[in-house]
């Protein structure tokens, strides 16, 4: 089990002392939002982040192409790999807050399928034919990683088919979590893969305190995003298949989730009770996160990714001292 960090583009010195933090205690990775109404750009952050890290990879969690042409997408990681070789990790979905607050609806599926073999051949400096022969001549990455975020199902299984890295976004609750990576390798094993071969991601959060409410408290905003994701997923697709461990949260959901105070605690979210938080977080003293990190292994999770921890050098310290050592050479 990998341990990674997600950071906001925001404040640019306490994000690059975030990150340098971040590397310095072990986390395995940094994955950074990409929101253009909401953080700052988020290539512009990733590369000062690579310059002021040693060797820790970062990767977009996640762009789209429907507010980045994917040819752009492949220019820049590519040009970002070239600078920083084997540190780069090209994150690819339907689009989220970017598309969202823009009253856009997110790519279909169908158009993801289509794309991402065309970013794996544009960065190995192959011609595409899209309408016109398109190719990027200098290009010769063809190893950056494609990682892919998923909810529902076809986004599991399309995921599962096509990236190298999937990023689930359905809490911590085994039975959840379970249905989903059951759903990843489906999608490799019938694209003929090794299901092995595909590295599974959690978009999470994490609080270490022995004060559990405190825990609940700073983690209610991960229950509220999920819900969000969860709830436009059984809008457009009815035959969904979730167990009732991961909809029971759009009973108690009231309101449509608001990007722009997405970490901030003055927001009322107390619709959320404990057993439905507990389901979305890691959070407790640092004998119950390791406790819910080991089921998420034993589900099938190869990393977490908790986010936001910009600023959070003493949880970032914790969970290196506290919960790192536990999972030393593990793997789901």
Known sequence: MKIAAQF????????????????????????LVDGQLLWRNVFVYMTHGLAATESIPFGTA??????????????????????????????????????????GDPVPTQRLKEIIPRLRELMAGETIHDEVDLAI????????PILMPATGPRNLKLAGALADIVMIQV?????SVRWATDLVRDGAEKAGRNP??????????????????????????AAACAANHIEHTVASNPRHGM???????????????????????SVDRSEYPA??????????SPAQCIETIQALVDAGVDEIAPAYLNGRFEQMDRISREIMPAFAGSRA
Do not use: C
């Not at 906001?8 to 994955?31: C, H, N, Q, T, W």
């Not at 167990?243 to 990007?259: A, C, G, N, Q």
């Not at 057993?275 to 407790?284: L, N, S, T």
């Open 171 to 175: 809490g911590v609750n085994p039975v």
């Open 62 to 103: 996640v762009t789209n192409p429907r507010t980045r042409h994917y040819t752009v997408l492949a220019n820049t990681h590519a040009t970002l790999e070239e600078l920083h070789p084997g540190r780069v990790i090209l994150g690819i979905g339907r689009g989220d807050n970017a598309v969202r607050t823009l009253g």
């Open 8 to 31: 906001m583009p925001g404040d640019l010195s306490v994000y690059l002392d975030s990150v340098r933090k971040a590397e310095e205690a072990g986390f395995a990775r940094i994955y």
């Open 243 to 265: 167990p009732e461990e991961l909809t029971r949260i759009l009973e108690v959901k009231s309101e449509e989730y608001d990007y722009a105070g997405h970490l901030d605690p």
């Open 137 to 144: 001549g200098w290009a010769n990455q063809p190893d950056v």
């Open 196 to 221: 092995d071969d595909v590295e599974i991601t959690m978009y999470t959060s994490i609080w270490v305190s022995e004060d559990l409410e405190e825990a609940r408290g700073m983690n209610r905003w």
């Open 275 to 284: 057993e439905i938080v507990d389901d979305f977080g890691i959070h407790g």
